[in-house]
Antibody, heavy 121, light 110 residues
Framework: EVQLLESGGGLVQPGGSLRLSCAAS????????MTWVRKAPGKGLEWVSA????????YYAESVKGRFTISRDNSRSTLSLQMNSLRAEDTALYYC??????????????WGQGTLVTVSS | QSALTQPASVSGSPGQPITISCTGA?????????VSWYQQHPGKAPKLMIF???YRPSGVSDRFSGSKSGNTASLTISGLQAEDEADYYC??????????FGGGTTLTVL
């Protein structure tokens, strides 16, 4: 059974940093692209960032480009999202998700339960 | 990034069919086959319902179907059931932003 467990969320002041992690199990992690998607309170899903299976290609939404960095450790089956220069509008529940077909991160068939990030003074 | 356009809400009676539209542009829905649909119940994680425009993952009811015409994708649910009441989101690869979601549609089963 595929399991994705996010951690690292919390309350942070504007301008601060957080590092989210996603521990994966139940599938061959190193062969699947992965992504982060967020859902702000009262709003819809927003794609944030994605990474290829090998970790050599990364993708970012314009809203986070230059502030967030996605990475993965295939030896530990872990996905990470380093978030710097956080803003109030980054407040959301952050989900990690596994790509359905593997190579390109575009359609996601397994999701974690999310970790909540709150940016407020 | 501009979200794909979905109706904010749709409703239908049990047993009836409904269709949710997802309108994008030539740079996303119109030129990519990686169009997907997700169902999200309150407090739950999203669930993949349709991928590559019209394919269903294993375990998804065949009451759910997807299609695309030009820049608009559609999700059709035939024979509405109470458990279908949820939020639905479309998503597409994009030549400009890599990936974009729709704004979401709340389905109410009357």
């Amino acid at each position: 059974e595929v399991q994705l467990l996010e951690s690292g969320g919390g309350l942070v002041q504007p301008g601060g940093s957080l590092r989210l992690s996603c521990a994966a199990s139940g599938f061959n992690f190193k062969t699947y692209a992965m992504t982060w998607v967020r859902k702000a309170p009262g709003k819809g899903l927003e794609w944030v960032s994605a990474i290829s299976a090998g970790g050599d290609t990364t993708y970012y939404a314009e809203s986070v480009k230059g502030r967030f960095t996605i990475s993965r450790d295939n030896s530990r089956s872990t996905l990470s999202l380093q978030m710097n220069s956080l803003r109030a509008e980054d407040t959301a529940l952050y989900y990690c998700a596994k790509d359905h077909q593997g190579v390109l991160p575009d359609q996601f068939d397994s999701w974690g339960q999310g970790t909540l990030v709150t940016v407020s003074s | 990034q501009s979200a794909l356009t979905q109706p904010a809400s749709v409703s239908g009676s049990p047993g009836q069919p409904i269709t949710i539209s997802c309108t994008g542009a030539n740079s996303d829905v119109g030129s990519h086959t990686s169009v997907s649909w997700y169902q999200q119940h309150p407090g739950k994680a999203p669930k993949l319902m349709i991928f590559d425009v019209h394919y269903r993952p294993s375990g998804v009811s065949d009451r759910f179907s997807g299609s695309k015409s030009g820049n608009t994708a559609s999700l059709t649910i035939s024979g509405l059931q109470a458990e279908d009441e949820a939020d639905y989101y479309c998503a597409s690869c994009s030549s400009t932003t890599y990936l974009v979601f729709g704004g979401g549609t709340t389905l109410t089963v009357l």
